[in-house]
């Protein structure tokens, strides 16, 4: 073998691992039941929506700022500007698949968030829940 290709393969073998490396940074975490994913919730500080699709249309702007904490007396707070929206949420399993169903006010701006979205991962960073092609993604 020609000592260009070998050094080309060399290459391209570390540069591959390099890659697997910075992957897995984002590799989803199994969450378990419901219980695991209140707990994660609730221990979670600041959390913010980084994606919000809804009928297939980006809505993420409208949700740009607010912080959520989530409490374990079923209650949730949404902050802006030191304004507060209070909602509740329950975390459960059904059909065999987790899902996070919030309620907030009629007339508030959080309105749209209300649906019981289904788990579909955790990352080191952010929780993903989907709901018939609309998604919802939060960041810690």
């Not at 897995?24 to 913010?48: D, F, H, Y």
Request: charged residues 25%.
């Amino acid at each position: 073998m020609k000592r260009p290709t070998l050094i080309y393969l060399l290459g391209m073998f570390l540069s591959s691992c390099a890659l697997l490396e910075d992957n897995n940074s984002q590799v989803s975490t199994e969450v378990r039941n419901s219980s695991e994913l209140t707990e994660i919730l609730t221990s979670a500080t600041g959390l913010s929506i980084i994606t919000f699709i809804e009928d297939g249309r980006d809505k993420t702007s409208q949700f740009s700022g607010y912080i959520f904490s989530f409490n374990t007396d079923g209650s949730v707070r949404a902050s802006l500007n030191g304004i507060d929206i209070s909602g509740t949420y329950r975390v459960f399993r059904d059909d065999g698949r987790l899902e996070l169903e919030m309620d907030f006010p009629l007339n508030s701006p959080l309105y749209e968030l209300d649906d019981d979205w289904y788990f579909e991962s955790k990352t080191s960073d952010t929780l993903s829940f989907e709901d018939s092609g609309d998604r919802l993604v939060f960041q810690f």
